[in-house]
């Protein structure tokens, strides 16, 4: 013997995309504080500034330059 089910026929919802509107808004409105403040800031950037300190080189004040070579 066969077993028959009835289901209710789907009910078609007006409100099935609103999930996808409200994010649509609140992706929109990120982005929209995003680029309020964030760009901006990027302007504002200046470049890191280290401060290296130069080596000290000593120097004798003499050089003997004078090369002799065995003949």
Avoid: R
Wanted: glycine share 10%; hydrophobic share 45%.
């Amino acid at each position: 013997m066969t077993t028959i089910v009835n289901n209710p026929t789907p009910s078609n919802e007006s409100g099935g995309g609103g999930g996808f509107v409200i994010g649509a808004i609140i992706l929109i409105v990120f982005v929209a504080v995003l680029l309020y403040f964030g760009i901006p800031a990027v302007k504002n950037m200046q470049p890191i500034q280290l401060n290296v300190p130069a080596p000290e080189v000593t120097l004798p004040e003499n050089i003997n330059v004078n090369v002799t070579q065995p003949q």
